[in-house]
């Protein structure tokens, strides 16, 4: 019988192992038979537990035994690439066809991935054994193992066996963020019901507070926001509120700090977007606007009047001091009335400038 190079037989006689054959020529003796494996395959025996085929030391020397314990895995890369993944248990390979690694794996260490290359990670075939998480730039991440915490992560990609021990990250974001409150329904304290929408920026700075101290960080303190607002609105009038709306916002996140703080945020700018009033009051604040506004023409119209007296009270001495600025003024007031006539008739060639005097103004003609 012949054996090709990519092969090995066994000879049996009947159901006993006889011998291994290597790649040749070889006769068979009767009542016996040859069983062919391939040596690119693994090696699984057909007839013949691998324990006992391994008591020959020949084949033993063409063997390559591989035992995977429980929650491991192995890793098997041929010429450098990766052929597939080893459960456990006892696997066995012919040797010198090509060169075999076999890289042990412990499952029930999530974080043992770190000594493997990204490529070997990456590959399809460890797809059922590797769970992969990311941390975006602009987060932090905490790693949790068998809801314990381990670490915090920078920004990057982590890789984590899939195991008994479960790893995940929680991911915090540091950026600034902002906390709504709209509609927000609150009583000043002369009874006056009004609607606010407010809003608070905010950023973590300490991700192990937000993160494990505090359940659900934002909606808790977003209630302590409300309640502070609440209480600090509900304290001051209608008018005050309306004059110190620039100042309530940092006056309640100042107020919040030691809050924030037990919470790992910092707080930032904040401050009311709207004041939102009923119909029968916003009608009562639109009649206020109508009379201050018309007070304050009436004082401009009469400081107007006043400064127009004055003037022409000023005018008059001048021109009852000064002659000839009372005949210049006569003469202005005679060109204003002339633009406004379109003919006149004058008797007489001679002193028309007198006669027009006479025609103006009452008593100018006289000597």
């Known amino acids: 019988m012949r054996i090709l190079s990519h092969e090995r037989g066994l000879l049996y006689r009947g159901d006993l192992y006889k011998s ?18 391939r040596v690119d395959k693994a090696f699984s025996p057909q007839s013949t537990p691998l324990e006992i085929l391994l008591e020959d030391a020949a084949l033993a020397g063409q063997a390559e035994v591989i ?54 990670l990456a590959h399809s075939a460890l797809a059922g054994y590797i769970a992969a998480a990311a941390v975006e730039p602009h987060q932090k991440g ?16 982590y890789y984590f066996w899939k195991g008994p021990r479960r790893a995940e990250i929680l991911a915090m974001d540091m950026r600034q963020q902002q906390f709504e409150i709209t509609g927000q329904e609150i009583m000043s304290r002369d009874k006056v019901p009004l609607r ?44 005050d509120i ?8 940092p006056f309640v996140a100042q107020s919040l700090k030691p809050q924030a703080d037990a919470f790992g945020i910092e707080l930032g700018h904040s401050g009311i977007k709207d004041i939102i009033l009923p119909g029968e009051i916003r009608e009562i604040m639109n009649q206020v606007l109508v009379a201050e506004k018309k007070a304050q023409a009436n004082v401009i119209m009469r400081r107007e009047e006043t400064a127009s007296t004055r003037s022409l009270l000023n005018t ?10 009372m005949r210049l003024k006569e003469f202005e007031y005679i060109e204003r009335i002339s633009e406004k006539i379109n003919q006149i008739t004058l008797s007489g060639g ?18």
Not at 242 to 248: A, L, R
Not at 316 to 325: C, G, P, Q, S
């Open 67 to 120: 035992n995977v314990p429980d929650n491991h895995i192995a890793i098997h890369r041929e010429d450098g690439n990766v052929k597939d993944v080893l459960l456990p248990g006892k696997h066995c390979f012919w040797k010198g066809y090509t060169r075999r690694e076999f890289i042990q794996a412990d499952l029930s260490e999530p974080e043992g991935t770190a000594a493997l290359d990204r490529s070997i």
């Open 142 to 157: 905490l790693l949790v193992i068998d809801r314990a915490f381990v670490r915090i992560l920078e920004p990057g990609t």
């Open 20 to 37: 291994l054959l290597m790649p040749g020529t070889h006769w068979v003796p009767p009542f016996c038979r040859v069983e062919t494996y």
């Open 196 to 239: 606010l929408n407010f809003f608070c920026q905010y950023r973590i700075t300490d991700v192990m507070k937000a993160g494990f101290k505090i359940q659900d960080y934002d909606r808790q303190f977003h209630v302590i926001l409300q309640l502070a607002l609440r209480e600090y609105i509900g304290s001051l009038l209608f008018d």
């Open 316 to 325: 008059a001495k001048l021109m009852e001091e000064n002659k000839v600025l």
């Open 350 to 367: 001679n002193q028309i400038i007198d006669q027009l005097g006479q025609l103006f103004i009452p008593g100018s003609g006289e000597k």
């Open 242 to 249: 309306m004059d110190k709306k620039e100042s309530i916002g």
